[in-house]
């Protein structure tokens, strides 16, 4: 695929991917297995941009059809166009800062949603676990800080976007509200009252982790990655 044409996105915005049906026609998992495995290990080490869309065909390992196929090979188009791409580390940023999403049930086989968060060092239900897990991460990553002597005084701060799990967080009040989530999600609880963890309002355009829920358009694609820290190497004005 060395010559095919780059796209600007690894996914595109309009396409939800699905199970196969009988009128479908089925690819060779083989070939489907040993591409999205390769796309792994490139989404879990240098290209965070492509998370999302790597984990949307990688549900499909088992009975790929040409329409998974097809995804597969966009993103392929989307690494073709970024090769030069890099993660930025600034030496000025030493305080840890997180946000944290959800897609609210985006999976359109079993309505399961996908959670994101992503943190930077130097509604419903659906938020309230993905909040709870980047706490978690907090933690572990507020310890691996002091273990290479970058003490965080201060609480680590998780940006979110929806006010209701913030307040369910923060405000007893509310507890009847979340009745139904299960008790290990109430851990954020616990964190933003022992003051390890500040939550923060963050208006939803501005959300980093949309790169790691949903699909986005180009120009807020690229928008955010920048943010994240996603930049081209070779860009001399991107380093600091």
Known sequence: MSDAKATKTPVNPGVKLSKGTED??????????????????LSTRTWPDISFAVSSVARYTAKPTSEHWKAVKHIFRYLIGTVNFGLLYSRTLSICVGYSDSDWGGDLDDRKSTSGYVFQIGGGPAEYIALTSAAQEAIWLRHLLSEIEQEQEKKIVIYEDNQLTICLSKN????????????????IQDQVKDGTVELNYCKTEEMLTDVFTKGLSGERFHMLTNKIGVRKMDD???VQ
Request: avoid cysteine.
């Open 172 to 187: 007893p009040q509310f507890h009847g509200h979340g009745k139904h989530i299960a008790i290990k999600y109430h851990f």
């Open 236 to 238: 001399s004005s991107s």
């Open 24 to 41: 479908s026609e089925y690819i060779d998992a083989d070939l489907y297995q040993s591409a999205v495995g390769k796309l792994l290990y």
